[in-house]
């Protein structure tokens, strides 16, 4: 699976845009882009996916640039109930043997929503 | 709608004591089960997936062992817990290779 790269902390207003951005330069064509978050002492909670065209949900928006190498979720009117580390994940839409469903979790971006 | 629980909750082992964690799906049938684990300040590693009944797939070689003795049911154990085996463990499950879904976790902590 293709590595990600996010900033390590962001911090927001409450009732702005969160704007959270993730590289992948080397994710390949059969590759989605998975976006999680986890609330402290919590499990990670899906947040949204996808592999071409940007997506919607009651979440959150992901933009994902034409030639797929960055994205950005984008959560829009944050609140405080937002803060949280945000994982973004490359994954192979398919995969059979050792890798079959795997996530590969790195660091993710402490998002810090302040009033 | 489908539902993960996980439990317990919270545990205090001393080393070298058995452990037992027992995670359960509601909701659906024939899910693919995860095992991951977080020690403090990192991120989730895979620890075991499975895809049925009895098929069980270890990603790291470690002290703990899982099974999955029922459809929903996926189970973590050790014989004797180590210090390294104090973390947040999580049970996470999908439909076949789509999106995985995690339950509450369990922390553990090896004294």
């Known amino acids: 699976d293709a590595k990600t790269t996010q900033p390590t902390s962001m911090d927001c207003a409450e009732g702005r845009a969160a704007n959270l951005p993730c590289n992948h330069s080397?994710?390949?064509?059969?590759?989605?882009v998975y976006w999680y978050r986890q609330i402290h002492s919590q499990g990670p909670q899906y947040i949204i996916h996808?592999?071409?065209n940007n997506e919607t949900n009651e979440m959150a928006s992901l933009i994902i640039t034409e030639d797929r190498k960055s994205s950005t979720l984008i959560l829009p009117h944050a609140t405080l109930r937002d803060t949280a580390v945000y994982y973004c994940?490359?994954?192979?839409?398919?995969?059979?043997?050792?890798?079959?469903?795997?996530?590969?979790f790195g660091q993710g971006t402490i998002l810090t929503v302040h009033p | 709608s489908q539902t993960i629980h996980q439990w317990p909750a919270t545990l205090v082992q001393p080393v070298g004591s058995p452990l037992s964690l027992e995670c359960t799906v509601e909701g659906t049938s024939n899910p693919n089960l995860y095992w991951y684990r977080q020690a403090a300040g990192r991120g989730l590693q895979l620890l075991f997936y499975?895809?049925?009944?009895?098929?069980i797939s270890s990603e790291v070689p470690q002290n703990l062992s899982a099974s999955r003795p029922q459809d929903r049911q996926f189970i973590l154990s050790s014989k004797k817990l180590l210090l390294s085996d104090s973390g947040f463990y999580l049970c996470?499950?999908?439909?076949?290779?789509?999106?995985?879904?995690f339950g509450p976790g369990t922390r553990l902590l090896v004294l």
């Open positions: 080397t994710i390949s064509g059969n590759e989605y």
């Open positions: 499975s895809v049925g009944i009895g098929q």
């Open positions: 996808g592999l071409k």
């Open positions: 996470a499950w999908s439909v076949i290779q789509e999106t995985q879904y």
């Open positions: 994940i490359v994954r192979v839409a398919y995969a059979g043997g050792t890798s079959y469903g795997k996530l590969t």
